[in-house]
Nanobody, 125 residues
Framework: EVQLVESGGGLVQAGGSLRLSCAASGFTLDDYVIGWFRQAPGKEREGVSCIRSRDDSTYYADSVKGHFTISSDNAKNTVYLQMNSLKPEDTAVYYC??????????????????WGQGTQVTVSS
């Protein structure tokens, strides 16, 4: 059974950092693209970043380039999202997800089939 479990969210002041974790089970990270998405109240879910562990390819939304970093630890079957210099507009529920086998738009939520339950990130000003 495919499962994705996020952790690491919380409340942080603007300028602070958080590291989110996505523990995967039921499949091997190497075989799939894993993405991080976020959804703020009243807004659509947006792609933040994704990684293809097989060749360490990474992708970022323009809004987070330079202050978010995605990585994976295949031994732990876990993907991380290091978030630095957080801003109030980064406040959202963050989800990790497993993509379809051959995604074409790697930051589109429609290319992802399995989702975690989400973890809340709140950045205070």
């Amino acid at each position: 059974e495919v499962q994705l479990v996020e952790s690491g969210g919380g409340l942080v002041q603007a300028g602070g950092s958080l590291r989110l974790s996505c523990a995967a089970s039921g499949f091997t990270l190497d075989d799939y693209v894993i993405g991080w998405f976020r959804q703020a109240p009243g807004k659509e879910r947006e792609g933040v970043s994704c990684i293809r562990s097989r060749d360490d390819s990474t992708y970022y939304a323009d809004s987070v380039k330079g202050h978010f970093t995605i990585s994976s630890d295949n031994a732990k079957n876990t993907v991380y999202l290091q978030m630095n210099s957080l801003k109030p507009e980064d406040t959202a529920v963050y989800y990790c997800a497993r993509a379809l086998l051959y995604p074409t738009r790697v930051l589109s939520p429609y290319e992802y089939a399995y989702w975690g339950q989400g973890t809340q990130v709140t950045v205070s000003s």
